[in-house]
């Protein structure tokens, strides 16, 4: 459950930056994404985010992410950082 | 065979994307000073994600925070699990130290299903206390497989100046190849911290070698087609050594005991010289002993 309001990543190239907020029970993910390569890879990289969301047992949250075309690993890298700064567990 | 090592920041996607494509033999993924404290967890986690997605061929190294910060043990959480080639400890000053890290290695090793031991060691040497008990911590543990010497920290804690021409370090680089050497290990040289300066590196890149170092760090990729070089056999060198072995073939072919060679004996040492020479070739593929019978032995 995400406790508080968190960020991880940067605005610089190849990385993605992303905010999270708590969200009340059942509300489900909110995601604002914008990226570079919005066009070619949004919906993947909204996937990418949701399916990291999703593995880490995160349901509800507020999510602002603005990507300047990371790869997979470096979203699913700082969509987790800033879960567990989130949770509180950083 | 390293003969380079590319020190990179952990928390750069950029530069972990690229890092395989960079020239050097291992990579060095740092989550200490390359990492400010406010993201040694976002490092960490990078860090992971990358020796997992990326498929490095080169040798991976990560190195960790010193055992006096509050970081060493969730970088080994983070980064066994995803079993590295290689832990660079830092700041190492005693077997103790060696000891503690690789036990906790081998708790995440055995929490992971990883084979015991197999993640090795190669501790940053960079204190004077280090220096001196460079071969206590070379021989404290079966997975250190080399020695790291950290010249720029060194010279801080030894207050003095870090100067091109290495004076001032002369004595530790030394002591580490010594202690090196004795413990069985390899021993690696601390980078050339001038990017500009090719001419300056590749003096100071001959000059390790010529002390008995295995190879040299660096932390710009220019430096690393330079220290590579350096670091190789020549073709002369290469060639020298399959004469050698040629020479006591057919020595023993007509019932010899002693060998000579353009006048001079071989013994034991140029033998295990130009094996060393031949290995080397072989793991860089400059030689292939299947493609010559000169090299058996």
């Not at chain 1, 602002?64 to 790869?71: F, I």
């Not at chain 2, 906790?104 to 299903?113: F, L, N, P, T």
Request: glycine fraction near 8%; include cysteine.
């Amino acid at each position: 459950m995400i406790k508080q309001k968190a960020h991880a990543g940067t605005l610089e190239s190849s990385d993605i930056y992303v905010e999270i907020a708590p969200a009340e029970a059942g509300s489900g993910i909110a995601l604002n994404l914008t990226s570079v390569v919005m066009q070619q890879f949004g919906p993947e990289i909204e996937a990418v985010i949701r399916e990291t969301l999703a593995g880490l047992g995160v349901e509800d949250a507020v999510l602002t992410v603005s990507d300047r075309g990371a790869v997979d690993c470096t979203i699913r890298s700082r969509v987790e950082t800033a879960v567990c700064r989130g949770k509180g567990e950083a | 065979m390293r003969r380079s090592m590319l020190f990179l920041p952990g928390n750069s996607p950029n530069i972990l994307l690229n890092a395989d494509f960079l020239g050097s033999d291992a990579i060095i993924l740092d989550l200490e000073d390359a990492v400010a404290p406010t993201e040694k967890d976002s490092a960490r986690i990078l860090v992971r994600n990358a020796i997992t997605s990326r498929g490095y061929t080169r040798e991976v190294i990560v190195r960790i925070n010193p055992i006096d910060s509050p970081y060493w043990q969730k970088d080994l959480e983070e980064i066994i699990k995803v079993k590295p080639d290689m832990i660079m400890p830092t700041k190492v000053d005693s077997g103790d130290y060696v000891r503690t890290i690789s036990a906790y290695i081998g708790q995440m090793e055995e929490k992971y299903g990883i084979e015991a031991g197999s993640v090795k060691m190669i501790p940053l040497i960079e204190t004077a206390l280090g220096v001196e008990r460079a071969f206590e911590i070379a021989s404290a543990d079966p997975r250190v497989a080399a020695i790291f010497l950290g010249g720029e920290d060194f010279t801080a804690d030894m207050r003095c100046k870090r100067t091109k021409e290495g004076t001032e370090i002369f004595y530790a680089r030394c002591r580490m190849v010594l202690a090196a050497r004795a413990a069985g290990v390899d021993v690696y040289d601390t980078p050339w911290t001038d990017v500009e300066d090719y001419e300056g590196l590749i003096e100071d890149a001959k000059f390790a070698k010529s002390l008995g170092f295995t190879g040299k760090s660096s932390i710009s990729p220019r430096h690393i087609p330079f220290i590579n070089e350096v670091f190789s056999p020549t073709e002369a060198e290469v060639q020298y050594a399959l004469d050698v072995f040629d020479c006591i073939e057919k020595a023993k072919a007509e019932g010899k005991g002693v060998v000579s060679l353009r006048g001079k004996m071989i013994d034991a040492p140029i033998v295990a010289r130009a094996r060393q020479v031949l290995e080397a070739a072989e793991a860089i593929g400059m030689y292939r002993p299947a493609d010559s019978q000169k090299g058996e032995r």
